[in-house]
């Protein structure tokens, strides 16, 4: 089993950045593949961002390509999710996620095994 904790998370104007950092309990963070996922006000979690249990695999959402990067430090059982250009769009919740299966491009939150609290990112115009 694995603990996830958010942070980063943050008021910000539209164009700003933000880095979202996911800590992870237990030895076996390596094992796990990772995931962001957002959930806006009335509206569904959305999937945004996976990276595979190495590092080397990553999918992004199509609204966040060329803006969000993911990535994760196994020595540091963290996974980060970096957001450039953000847009009031992008204000939600961001959920980090956890998951004993391999990655696929479009993920849903039930390929996902442990969960994070979530932190709120809000982005003004």
């Known amino acids: 089993q694995v603990q996830l904790v958010e942070s980063g998370g943050g008021l910000v104007q539209a164009g700003d950045s933000l880095r979202l950092s996911c800590a992870a309990s237990g030895r076996t963070f390596s094992s796990y593949s990772m995931g962001w996922f957002r959930q806006a006000p009335g509206k569904d979690r959305e999937f945004v961002s996976t990276?595979?249990?190495?590092?080397?695999?990553?999918y992004y959402a199509d609204s966040v390509k060329g803006r969000f990067t993911i990535s994760r430090d196994n020595a540091k059982n963290t996974v980060y999710l970096q957001m450039n250009s953000l847009k009031p769009e992008d204000t939600a919740v961001y959920y980090c996620a956890a998951g004993y299966r391999r990655i696929v491009p479009r993920p849903k939150p039930s390929d996902f095994d442990y969960w994070g609290q979530g932190t709120q990112v809000t982005v003004s115009s």
């Open positions: 990276i595979g249990s190495s590092g080397y695999d990553t």
